[in-house]
């Protein structure tokens, strides 16, 4: 396969290395022969039509689904295929569908957060010596600093499902950062927003990585990605069929066939659409031809989609995405 | 002397037994993922209805007709019960937080358990169920009594006709749709709740067949008879691979023989001497519960069904 | 718009009503002085003039209780704190409490002594104040909805009215040498019960749609300020009132007066809710935290001083082993949120390991372990069976978890019955268990003999209620701490939503698994208090449903009946499923039957329990309440496109 890279200023080191990871469903393959890094300080995102294998991608990085082949490397160590290892090993991530804890309290939520980078067992619990208070103390301060730092620590007593959906959002990325990650992995964190709480996301991914935190963002919102990333790379059926810099991306032809559909025989619609600016494209994949782009891919994906779906039934609206 | 042939024969039938109960739990969890723990008890009222039908009859008539009757009577009553069970505690409960049914099927099959042993008359001890008299059959070195006849006919007949029911008719494909996606099968038009309710009422006339046949094996039924075969059915349930229909039965089928075999020979293994006979086959069913668990929790036709994104 | 409002039930003037329920609670607190009936035949004898007796008692807590409820909403100072929120459907729920209890009594002497004509003219005083009573709370100004539509049952179920005597005719009608005519005729009762159902639920709801009732939220007056000894003072009364009512409660000689006292008990607590006293006494236990833990405590330790018998303690010992492993369950399923329906089997475990340890000579293992020995034995014996049980069903989903755990305690049951040397090996004796479990004997303290302390001589069982009591309030230790910590959240969070918790690094299966294996270790303990309590264990005391408690059934019913989650909920729990199996004996045969038709109908009305978690009542209402969650169209168009 062929992936055309564009020079990229590296900002650090690489904090995550996927190299050649493939994830098959039975003969489906859903992800194939994916490399993507991300250096240290960097905001890279992941873009591509519906069921090109974002999400699964994801889940094999974060060790929800075990890569059929390939290797997964969190600076310079390869990652176990357990969920929790992963965060232990320093990867957070949001859910696409908000996965809040919703009738515990904001803070509790930010407190579970904390979970693998604290230690206190249940004899500790019990006995409640001065250490286990010192811990519990610092916990606390930590999760009330992230509050602040996401806008939301005079609602640190309110329940989470009682959140609005934009705080919703904020609290599961503070939730994220807790367990003081390296690198962040956001699954789609303006679906459902509007433009305003979109530019207050944006606002607050740069302030992740002005912490120091390395982050990897899918998105549909191409407006939202270019503001963003430093990088991205075009996922099409499985496949990355580009990587690079906003100009790199909006000018690859094949970007805009996966996203316009194959240009017909006259191909007058294609270079119209190649020229467009950004906001073309970024206005486009809301529009019909996405759906059209994205049929082929359905069958391809549809296998673990409904797996999802048998686990958890009543998160039907965030397997729709990636059907 | 081999008892060989004789312990598969015992397991075989046994697990016939167990794999018809075992599928109302199997068609219900596959459609609404609950664990109709009263699923025991309507098998139990199976068999109490069935035999009312009998005491009805006048005396001296011939099984040939009573048998048929007696089996109506007992699906009737079974089917009721599960139909208002589903509609009167369930339904109400669909969309609580699962523990919420699962209280309310274990509250249901108390008190049905104990409805019956208050009520019916005479139900405090077991009663006497009717059996097919005649000296058994020998073939092959296996005895097998004539009471037993009747559930190697029913057992492959109900198969056969579930089988075709859930493949070649429009109901049982929507019965299919919806335990694939409830919601989606919803926007296709299926009326689901018409689907549980028709999957409780398979269930529970298949457990009324089990209940007939299990009382004219043993000549008796009794209040308390439901709790350790709904248990064992639900074992063989998930042996097969909670779910799938023909893995009920086939999960009955080697829990019966498992059960068979371990009666039989487990005092022959070194060390294990104290451990044969009747009085543990229970736990040794309990054991290959645990080890497929640990095994292939899927189930032997299972899919996968652990909990993920 | 408003849907509520301030109208009484009755159109009477509102200070008519006042004074009428005034003076009708007055005479009813005072007609319990009179004599009701001639003859002590009915039970409690309520034959003498100048002091009441038995369920007269009751009758004068009632009428107090309302007299004061209804000064206090005429704003008398030194009555006002007994209503902060002024609300008068708290004077109603009273004056209910006592004209029900009253009633009854009267209807109770009619049915038992055969007639009407058995009643004095006190209990005609009784029944008349206390219905006066009634009538003025229901001409008070109460909360009301302004409408409440009328629900009606379907139609075609009162077919049955008609319907089910003719069958009942006809089934009699059967000639009765026929085997098939006792079945008949039990159908045809069946039918006439549930005609008798329908008609009972229809009558309630239209009851309901005449009262109306609701609450209407009010701003209260800010609590006194009060010094800070003044507060725990009131906290300690309050649990002594508390204390004496428990006392009262397990004293009870005969059903009539437990039920009775189960009615009072139940109407007061709703009455001093809506008054707003509950709220603020709960408000000051929260704000001295520590002191009222020791309070409960305290008066907990006080009940053996106030019994002169064995006879009550040995209940309030069994209560307390009930509550105790219902606690532990209560971390399995409250906190973590797994279904374990064989917990008891985990008491058995620990039961039988400290038998076998406790140089019973029945035991074939001939060791006499010190009593910390046993409880270790115990604790460590159930925490093994506990791994081995969850290792492998814990990281399946949690249905499984159900199953398994049923199954294991049934085989438990069989396993304890096998091991008796002629189908197993000999280790349990069998169906006949390990009887002559010596005493525990404690530093020198034998538990066995009766000790004076302080005057009072405290009995056999006194000893092990105060020694049941410590490890009561170990796990109830165990309980707060460990929910307030990081494990607890885990466990919580684990029950949300696994998948997110394990993203959040927390490792579900061996959280799981902790969780399981802490109750499981906690029941074992309870039951090697146990053993040594009962002085033999069987087989038979571990079944899943069984008339008398501890069984599996019963724990998880105590703990959801109280409220998952809670600390004072299995206790409440576990105490009222034990005490009225217990007294109300004209019950006996239909205990489970009813404990069944509880269940289902609790998990249909009020499925978070009595005591509410705050948590759990949300997840139990998700539906009800409007979620500000994501609004799911918006997210679609944007992310599905």
């Given at each position: 396969m062929t992936t055309s890279t564009a020079p990229v200023t590296t900002t650090g080191d690489p904090v995550l290395e996927a190299t050649g990871v493939i994830m098959r469903f039975g003969g489906l393959t859903a992800v194939n022969n994916v490399d993507l890094t991300v250096n240290s300080g960097e905001i890279v995102g992941l873009i591509g039509p519906n069921g090109a294998g974002k999400t699964t991608f994801f889940n094999c990085l974060t060790g929800l689904y075990v890569p059929t082949e390939g290797t997964v490397k969190y600076k310079g160590t390869v990652l176990p295929p357990k969920p929790h290892l992963v965060t232990q090993a320093g990867i957070a991530r949001t859910f696409q569908n908000i996965r809040l804890f919703a009738n515990m309290t904001v803070l509790e939520n930010v407190l579970v957060g904390r979970h693998s980078r604290t230690k206190e067992g249940l004899l500790s619990a019990v006995l409640r010596g001065p250490k286990y208070k010192r811990a519990e103390?610092?916990?606390?301060?930590?999760?009330?600093?992230?509050?602040?730092?996401?806008?939301?620590?005079?609602?640190?007593?309110?329940?989470?499902?009682?959140?609005?959906?934009?705080?919703?959002?904020?609290?599961?990325?503070?939730?994220?950062?807790?367990?003081?990650?390296?690198?962040?992995?956001?699954?789609?964190?303006?679906?459902?927003?509007?433009?305003?709480?979109?530019?207050?996301?944006?606002?607050?991914?740069?302030?992740?990585?002005?912490?120091?935190?390395?982050?990897?963002?899918?998105?549909?919102?191409?407006?939202?990605?270019?503001?963003?990333?430093d990088r991205t790379a075009v996922l099409v059926q499985g496949q990355k069929i580009v990587e690079g810099d906003r100009e790199t991306v909006q000018s690859d032809e094949r970007v805009i066939t996966a996203y316009l559909g194959a240009p017909l025989e006259g191909t007058a619609e294609a270079p119209a659409a190649a020229d467009a600016d950004a906001d073309a494209i970024a206005d486009a994949p809301a529009d019909l031809p996405a759906e059209a782009a994205a049929d082929p891919v359905e069958e391809a994906d549809a296998e673990p989609a409904a797996e999802a779906s048998t686990a958890s039934a009543t998160s039907t609206t965030g397997t729709e995405d990636e059907k | 002397m081999n008892q060989l042939?004789?312990?598969?024969?015992?397991?075989?039938?046994?697990?016939?037994?167990?794999?018809?109960?075992?599928?109302?739990?199997?068609?219900?969890?596959?459609?609404?993922?609950?664990?109709?723990?009263?699923?025991?008890?309507?098998?139990?009222?199976?068999?109490?209805?069935?035999?009312?039908?009998?005491?009805?009859?006048?005396?001296?008539?011939?099984?040939?007709?009573?048998?048929?009757?007696?089996?109506?009577?007992?699906?009737?009553?079974?089917?009721?019960?599960?139909?208002?069970?589903?509609?009167?505690?369930?339904?109400?409960?669909?969309?609580?937080?699962?523990?919420?049914?699962?209280?309310?099927?274990?509250?249901?099959?108390?008190?049905?358990?104990?409805?019956?042993?208050?009520?019916?008359?005479?139900?405090?001890?077991?009663?006497?169920?009717?059996?097919?008299?005649?000296?058994?059959?020998?073939?092959?070195?296996?005895?097998?009594?004539?009471?037993?006849?009747?559930?190697?006919?029913?057992?492959?007949?109900?198969?056969?006709?579930?089988?075709?029911?859930?493949?070649?008719?429009?109901?049982?494909?929507?019965?299919?749709?919806t335990s694939q996606d409830p919601d989606t099968a919803k926007l296709m038009g299926i009326d689901t709740d018409r689907i549980i309710v028709m999957a409780f009422a398979i269930g529970a006339a298949f457990a009324a067949v089990a209940a007939v046949a299990y009382g004219l094996r043993t000549g008796q039924i009794d209040w308390h008879m439901g709790f350790v075969l709904g248990l064992k059915a639900f074992t063989a349930a998930v042996l097969g691979g909670i779910g799938n229909i023909y893995g009920a039965m086939l999960g009955g089928l080697v829990l019966g023989l498992a059960e068979g075999l371990a009666t039989a020979y487990i005092q022959h293994v070194p060390g294990m001497q104290l451990f044969g006979g009747g009085a543990w086959k229970d736990v040794w069913a309990f054991v290959l519960l645990i080890v497929v668990l640990l095994v292939r929790p899927q189930g032997l036709l299972g899919e996968r069904v652990a909990d993920r994104a | 718009m408003t849907t509520t409002e301030t109208t009484p039930v009755i159109p009477l003037p509102a200070g008519t009503a006042r004074i009428l329920t005034a003076v009708g609670a007055t005479a009813t607190a005072a007609s319990a002085f009179l004599a009701w009936t001639w003859t002590s035949d009915f039970p409690g004898d309520l034959t003498v003039t100048g002091y009441p007796g038995g369920l007269q008692w009751l009758t004068l807590v009632a009428g107090a209780l309302t007299l004061v409820l209804t000064l206090a909403s005429y704003g008398l100072r030194g009555l006002r704190w007994?209503?902060?929120?002024?609300?008068?459907?708290?004077?109603?729920?009273?004056?209910?409490?006592?004209?029900?209890?009253?009633?009854?009594?009267?209807?109770?002497?009619?049915?038992?002594?055969?007639?009407?004509?058995?009643?004095?003219?006190?209990?005609?005083?009784?029944?008349?104040?206390?219905?006066?009573?009634?009538?003025?709370?229901?001409?008070?100004?109460?909360?009301?909805?302004?409408?409440?539509?009328?629900?009606?049952?379907?139609?075609?179920?009162?077919?049955?009215?008609?319907?089910?005597?003719?069958?009942?005719?006809?089934?009699?009608?059967?000639?009765?040498?026929r085997p098939v005519a006792p079945v008949l005729v039990v159908l045809a009762q069946g039918g006439l019960a549930a005609a008798g159902g329908v008609v009972l639920v229809q009558a309630l709801m239209l009851l309901r749609t005449w009262l109306r009732l609701t609450t209407i939220e009010r701003r209260t007056a800010p609590p006194l300020e009060l010094p800070s000894w003044v507060e725990v003072l009131l906290i300690i009364a309050a649990f002594s009132v508390g204390l004496f009512a428990i006392t009262f409660g397990i004293d009870t000689e005969y059903g009539e007066l437990f039920t009775g006292y189960l009615v009072l008990a139940g109407t007061g607590v709703a009455a001093l809710t809506k008054s707003g006293l509950i709220a603020r006494l709960r408000a000051l236990t929260v704000k001295h935290r520590p002191v009222t833990t020791g309070a409960a405590f305290a008066a907990a330790a006080g009940f053996p001083f106030t019994q002169s018998s064995d006879q009550y303690t040995s209940v309030a010992t069994n209560i307390l082993i009930f509550a105790t492993v219902a606690l532990g369950l209560n971390i399995v399923v409250g906190l973590a949120g797994l279904l374990d329906l064989g917990y008891v089997a985990f008491l058995g475990v620990g039961a039988y390991a400290a038998a076998l340890v406790s140089g019973s000579p029945a035991s074939p293992i001939h060791v006499a372990f010190p009593f910390w020995g046993a409880v270790l034995t115990g604790a460590a014996a159930s925490m093994i069976f506990g791994v081995l049980i969850g290792a492998p069903t814990l990281r399946l989903r949690g249905d499984y978890l159900a199953i398994v755990t049923l199954g294991f305690g049934e085989i438990f049951r069989i396993t304890m019955n096998n091991l008796n040397g002629t189908t197993g090996p000999n280790l349990t004796n069998g169906s006949n268990g390990i009887p002559r479990i010596p005493d525990l004997n404690i530093f020198g303290f034998d538990l066995g003999k009766t000790h004076t302390v302080f005057g009072i001589d405290l009995g056999r069982f006194s000893n092990y209620y105060l020694l049941m009591l410590i490890v009561t309030a170990f796990v109830v230790l165990v309980f707060s701490r460990v929910g307030d910590s990081r494990i607890g959240r885990a466990w919580v969070a684990i029950r949300e939503d696994e998948?997110?918790?394990?993203?959040?690094?927390?490792?579900?299966?061996?959280?799981?698994?902790?969780?399981?294996?802490?109750?499981?270790?906690?029941?074992?303990?309870?039951?090697?208090?146990?053993?040594?309590?009962?002085?033999?264990?069987?087989?038979?005391?571990?079944?899943?449903?069984?008339?008398?408690?501890?069984?599996?059934?019963?724990?998880?019913?105590?703990?959801?009946?109280?409220?998952?989650?809670?600390?004072?909920?299995?206790?409440?729990?576990?105490?009222?499923?034990?005490?009225?199996?217990?007294?109300?004996?004209?019950?006996?045969?239909?205990?489970?039957?009813?404990?069944?038709?509880?269940?289902?109908?609790?998990m249909r009305v009020r499925p978070e329990g009595l005591i509410a978690n705050r948590r759990r009542q949300l997840e139990f209402h998700e539906a009800d309440i409007p979620a500000q969650a994501a609004p799911s169209d918006t997210a679609l168009t944007k992310a599905g496109a």
């Open positions: 103390a610092e916990s606390r301060e930590k999760a009330m600093g992230l509050l602040e730092f996401a806008g939301l620590a005079d609602k640190a007593d309110h329940l989470a499902r009682n959140l609005p959906y934009g705080e919703q959002r904020k609290l599961e990325i503070a939730r994220a950062l807790a367990s003081e990650p390296g690198l962040l992995l956001l699954d789609e964190p303006t679906a459902g927003m509007n433009p305003q709480e979109t530019r207050a996301a944006e606002e607050l991914v740069f302030a992740i990585r002005d912490r120091g935190i390395a982050i990897l963002v899918i998105e549909h919102d191409m407006r939202f990605i270019f503001n963003l990333c | 042939p004789q312990q598969l024969a015992n397991g075989l039938i046994l697990g016939a037994l167990y794999g018809l109960v075992a599928i109302g739990y199997t068609m219900v969890y596959g459609i609404v993922q609950l664990i109709n723990f009263a699923h025991g008890e309507i098998f139990m009222v199976g068999g109490f209805g069935a035999l009312t039908a009998f005491l009805a009859l006048p005396g001296g008539t011939t099984l040939w007709i009573a048998i048929p009757l007696m089996l109506v009577a007992g699906i009737l009553v079974s089917v009721l019960v599960a139909i208002g069970a589903e509609r009167f505690a369930y339904r109400p409960l669909r969309t609580a937080p699962r523990l919420a049914p699962l209280i309310t099927a274990i509250g249901l099959s108390i008190a049905l358990q104990q409805l019956v042993f208050s009520f019916y008359p005479d139900a405090k001890k077991a009663r006497v169920f009717p059996q097919i008299p005649g000296s058994p059959f020998n073939i092959a070195g296996m005895t097998i009594q004539r009471s037993d006849l009747f559930l190697i006919v029913a057992a492959p007949v109900c198969m056969l006709a579930l089988g075709w029911f859930v493949t070649k008719t429009r109901s049982g494909r929507a019965m299919q749709a | 007994t209503s902060p929120t002024r609300s008068d459907n708290g004077i109603l729920l009273a004056a209910t409490g006592g004209a029900v209890v009253t009633w009854g009594t009267l209807i109770a002497i009619g049915v038992e002594l055969g007639g009407m004509a058995n009643l004095e003219p006190g209990g005609w005083v009784a029944g008349v104040a206390s219905a006066l009573t009634l009538i003025g709370a229901l001409g008070l100004p109460l909360d009301r909805h302004t409408r409440r539509p009328l629900q009606v049952l379907n139609k075609w179920w009162f077919t049955a009215v008609p319907v089910t005597p003719l069958l009942y005719l006809a089934a009699t009608g059967v000639d009765s040498s998948t997110a918790a394990q993203a959040m690094g927390i490792n579900g299966f061996r959280l799981k698994l902790l969780a399981f294996a802490l109750g499981a270790s906690l029941a074992g303990l309870a039951g090697t208090v146990q053993a040594h309590v009962s002085y033999t264990v069987t087989p038979d005391q571990y079944t899943f449903a069984e008339a008398l408690p501890p069984n599996s059934a019963f724990l998880l019913a105590a703990v959801i009946l109280g409220g998952m989650g809670t600390i004072s909920g299995p206790l409440l729990g576990a105490t009222l499923l034990f005490l009225i199996p217990k007294k109300l004996e004209f019950l006996s045969n239909y205990q489970l039957l009813a404990f069944g038709i509880a269940l289902i109908v609790l």
